[in-house]
């Protein structure tokens, strides 16, 4: 049985076609109600046919021949095979055409290379053209009207970037009728990718269409009697990187906020409240004063505010479009194709969204510039793409196309004159360009280049190596649109033994992570020193059988291996093997301490495993003499080269549900504790205490390890439903967590995203630093309020009571 | 029948591929898991506890490599999974389910032993699901009482300074003004005030 489309013709039969060899068609005809095959006919032509363009109308099968050259079809009923040219009908078609898949009744679509064709095979046994159109024009699915047996299929033609003709056509008898309308669209959307027709009878029982349309940056548009009825923004939901920007400082006398108009509307305003409170507003009224509240409230304010919570969010879709969004009410302040790339050829993946230049000190008016990175792969060659873009207009400053092809990109701590961070890109022969291309930024580099170290991941042959960064070749051109190139030179490499670990999971610090205490004081006066090491990476490993079937190993046949590894000399820090572990491994690496989730197959349940290093080598400053002496080393730089003695502790803590995501809240200080954030796999944000997962958590902890603040040790880390951030909603598609330090010390902002997007605030130690939101205000003042008459009466009352002492 | 019910609506016009046995997907397999999720109380709108619709569950499989949907009657299945042993999550906004652990035997012919992972409990075909507990995501705000207020260490100062400013005087004006003027010399002397004088003081 060789079936390539069915159709079912009446209620009583199913037609499915299919080929048979190279040049007949086989029709089957199987009845509807019971299955039965009631008869197979076979037709054949005597040339070849084309075996990818065949479609199955109602009453006809349409195919065309090899060459292109003819339109071959048969009558369902009849089984009488036609033949027509295709240049006798249509003169003007270049290139071999092909039959589109989109038909509607007996119209049905050729494509050639400059344009397509809309044919109509009706009962004259003649297809006919109905019209040529050129351009982009995506074709939708036909449909059938409602209340009749007319089709009709519509076709978008992307006329210029910022117009569109919808063309309609639709069966009328045997005639086919034909209305086009010109709609406006952004031309920030870019190009139609896909259409859907929708018919409706309007009231004098003709027809009306709808079109939807998806365009280019994934966004849905309806289009309706020539105009767009509503659109959504769902390229958001292809978030891939995000980022933030800080707003611009409030000028001063000039608020950047819309000011309140005039006296009279301020008046209307609290009238309305007035009204509201008292419970004797209409609707609109209501609808009116939450319109004011939403308007003069000071979070969509397009300034920074006093504690850091407005921001920008910068995020980066897999269609190469740049949002940003307010913080305040998640509004998109601006968004835009980026269009260095569009125009390049090839398939486009975005790579990464990095702060380019954030004004501090030296360059205060200028504008936040974001470095978003892309790399094309055609059938040629692959080579990357650079682009620069201000973050307050969207506008592009400037692209590039490199060269080479873009493995990693490295920020560096150093910035030049103007506040634009250095950065070195590595390419996949381990050369580093160093970005900007400038003098300056190369003089700046030069005096660290030789302490410039990078490694590079292969999952797939399992090594990892360490590169350091050579000076630059004396004969390389400053080339702006390359970066300096730098030779690199390989120092080490660890191989993993490929038939018994793959890697999985690789896990480094946040790079502007800020540390506040480097050592741990115990309340038994011990002191623990934190193993800070900036050039530590830890990589998970696992069985390479375990890796395809979760549900189908055994726990002899998986094992887990962690190993910290220290990436300038290569060394292997710690390494750590769980029997009977499998993948996914999530991990989240922070200060000292690495958490990570993976799967126990023996007990079946998931599982968290915490390790924790400090350093031994400095636990000798507790000797006074030596201090006084100045003997000690607290102030010696700490080196990868110098000898390491490392005390991990490790602890290990069941979870029930399986995760998505996995990242850490950040502040801007460090001062604060630390909340895991975790996307479970409900799509919900669940904030755990890093407390639960202390490797010195006992079952019984003593007095001491209580003030330490240590919970007694449970095998499982409880889930409290307050602990989620994400309280009653869920963030469906959950892909991503990102978390920001805002200005204020106590709170780390988080945005998760995914199909849906969220944004909160969390406070991983209570907010220590600010008044909430639900300090009572109203009772402090009726508290002083109250004192003040308190005070006054008994003022009086003892005054009197003198007066009477003296008088007595 | 229900086929020819559903395929007379409208004529369809699907595009087939190839007559095969199954769509193969990672690990093909030919057994199936399915069961039914129920809830004993079928209300729940009281407060915030949110109700239980099967629109909103889900239920995964193997850490999502498979997800399925819930009819309105409570019923899933997953279909071409492989014999082994497998882990299923059911996710209910509101509610939390413990992760089950379903062996699939390939001996008996695909027969399922299911084990909740958070209770320890086995159950077996056919496997019906209930929540272990409803989550509660906000915390109740605590309601507002006179007691609570003067517990309150604000209440507690307060309370304390109404009694040093009204009750003691009182006390302090049944004591005679020579009294009053010998503790106040005894005060000047020594500093330490005794009890023991000023009881003394008043029986005298």
């Known amino acids: 049985m060789n079936i390539k489309k069915i159709v079912q013709h009446d209620e009583k039969s199913i037609y499915g076609v299919g080929f048979l060899s190279l040049s007949g068609f086989v029709v089957w005809d199987i009845d509807a109600k019971t299955g039965h095959i009631n008869s197979r006919d076979v037709i054949t032509h005597h040339q070849e046919l084309s075996m990818n363009d065949l479609i199955v109308t109602e009453s006809s099968v349409i195919s065309l021949d090899r060459d292109g050259k003819n339109i071959v079809w048969i009558s369902l009923n009849q089984q009488v095979l036609q033949i027509a040219s295709i240049e006798r009908h249509i003169p003007d078609g270049k290139g ?248 390049s050829g090839g398939k486009l993946t975005m790579l990464k969204l990095l702060p380019w230049q954030v004004p501090h000190k030296h360059a205060m008016h200028e504008n936040p510039v974001f470095l978003v990175a892309a790399k094309v792969a055609s059938e040629e060659n692959k080579f990357g793409l650079l682009a620069w873009v201000d973050a307050y207009s969207g506008m592009e400053i400037n692209s590039v196309r490199l060269t080479y092809f873009i493995e990693q990109i490295i920020p560096l701590p150093l910035t030049d004159g103007a506040e634009q961070r250095l950065h070195i890109i590595i390419d996949d022969h381990a050369n580093a360009h160093l970005f900007p291309a400038t003098d300056e930024s190369l003089q700046i580099f030069l005096e660290h280049a030789q302490s410039t170290y990078f490694y590079m991941t292969d999952k797939e042959k399992g090594t990892i190596t360490g590169f350091a960064v050579k000076g630059p070749q004396t004969a390389s051109p400053l080339s702006p649109s390359d970066g300096v ?217 003593t007095q001491a390890e209580k003030e330490d603040g240590i919970i007694p040790l449970t095998d499982a880390i409880p889930i409290l439903p307050q602990f989620y951030l994400s309280h009653a909603y869920r963030v469906e598609g959950l892909r991503g967590i990102i978390t920001v330090p805002a200005g204020l010390e106590s709170t780390s902002l988080v945005f998760a995203y995914g199909v849906d997007l969220f944004y909160t605030h969390t406070a991983p130690s209570r907010i220590y630093d600010s008044l909430t939101g639900e300090f009572n205000y109203a009772l402090l003042l009726i508290t002083i309020f109250a004192l003040l008459i308190a005070i006054i009466i008994s003022w009086i009352l003892s005054e009197r009571k003198e007066l009477k002492e003296k008088w007595k | 029948m229900a086929i020819s019910g559903v395929l007379s609506l409208l004529p369809i016009v699907v595009a087939v591929g190839f007559f095969t046995a199954a769509i193969p997907i990672s690990g093909a397999g030919e057994y199936t898991i399915a069961g039914r999720i129920r809830h004993s109380r079928a209300e729940g709108l009281s407060g915030n506890k949110a109700p239980f619709k099967t629109l909103n569950i889900k239920v995964i499989l193997n850490a999502g490599q498979r997800v399925a949907f819930v009819r309105p009657d409570g019923y899933f299945a997953f279909s071409g999974i492989p014999a082994g042993t497998h882990l299923l999550e059911v996710v209910a906004p509101g509610y939390f389910f413990s992760p089950v652990r379903v062996d699939v035997s390939a001996r008996l012919n695909g027969q399922l032993q299911a084990f909740l992972t958070e209770t320890r409990r086995v159950i077996s075909e056919p496997l019906m699901f209930e929540p272990l507990r409803e989550e509660e995501y906000f915390e109740k705000r605590e309601p507002f009482s006179i007691m609570g207020l003067l517990k309150s260490p604000m209440g507690l100062m307060v309370g304390f300074m109404v009694m040093a400013v009204f009750l003691l005087p009182k006390l302090m004006e049944n004591i005679d003004p020579e009294e009053m003027k010998r503790m106040q010399e005894e005060m000047r002397n020594s500093p330490a005030p005794s009890f023991g004088s000023l009881l003394q003081g008043r029986t005298s």
């Open chain 1, 485 to 701: 190139l730098f030779r690199s030179q390989q120092l080490w490499t660890i191989m993993f033994p490929s038939d018994t670990e793959r890697i999985v999971t690789t896990a480094t610090r946040r790079v502007d992570e800020v540390v506040h205490t480097q050592a741990k004081i115990l309340t038994n006066q011990d002191v623990l020193y934190k193993y800070l090491n900036k050039n530590t990476l830890f990589v998970a490993t696992i069985a390479p059988s375990g890796a395809e079937a979760f549900g189908e190993t055994s726990p002899e046949e998986n094992w887990l291996v962690v190993y910290i590894i220290d990436t300038i000399t290569g060394r292997i820090l710690y390494r750590l093997k769980h029997s009977g572990m499998c993948g996914p491994v999530h991990a989240v690496f922070s200060e000292n301490w690495i958490v990570y989730h993976y799967f126990n197959v023996r007990a079946h349940r998931f599982e968290y495993s915490v390790i924790e290093m400090y350093d031994r080598n400095r636990i000798d400053n507790k000797n006074m003499l030596q201090f006084m002496l100045g003997k000690d080393n607290a102030t010696a730089t700490l080196s990868s080269y110098s000898h390491v003695d490392l005390d991990v502790k490790t602890q290990s803590y069941f979870f029930s549900h399986s995760i998505k995501a996995l990242t850490v809240t950040s502040t801007a200080r460090g001062i604060t504790g630390k909340q895991i954030l975790v996307g479970s796999v409900g799509d919900q944000i669940l904030a755990l205490d890093k407390r639960f997962f202390d490797p010195r958590r006992t079952a019984e902890p």
């Open chain 1, 96 to 343: 071999r055409p092909h039959l589109m898949e989109e038909h509607a009744g007996n119209i049905f679509v050729l494509k050639f290379k400059n344009q397509i064709s809309l044919v109509n095979l009706g009962s004259s046994n003649v297809p006919e053209l109905i019209q040529s159109l050129q351009d982009h024009s995506i074709v939708s699915l036909g449909i059938a009207l409602p209340g009749g047996d007319k089709h009709a299929l519509s076709v978008i033609q992307q006329v210029s970037e910022d117009k569109i003709n919808v063309h309609i056509f639709m069966e009328e008898g045997d005639k086919i009728k034909v209305s086009s309308e010109l709609v406006g669209s952004d031309i920030q959307r870019g190009f139609v990718k896909k259409a859907y027709l929708n018919a409706y009878t309007r009231n004098d029982r003709s027809h009306g269409f709808r079109v939807l349309v998806v365009a280019e940056d994934s966004s849905l548009s309806l289009l309706q009697q020539g105009e767009m009825v509503w659109n959504r923004e769902d390229g958001l939901a292809s978030i891939i990187e995000a980022s933030t920007a800080e707003l611009p400082l409030e000028k001063e006398g000039v608020s950047v906020a819309r000011v309140e108009h005039s006296l009279l509307e301020w008046l209307k305003g609290h009238w309305l409240k007035l009204k509201t409170a008292l419970m004797v507003a209409s609707v609109e009224e209501a609808a009116a004063v939450q319109a004011l509240r939403l308007k003069s409230t000071d979070k969509t304010k397009m300034s920074r505010d006093h504690n850091g919570f407005r921001k920008l969010l910068v995020v980066l879709t897999k269609t190469g479009k740049l949002y940003t969004l307010h913080t305040g009410d998640g509004r998109i302040v601006w968004s835009s194709f980026i269009s260095g790339f569009r125009r």
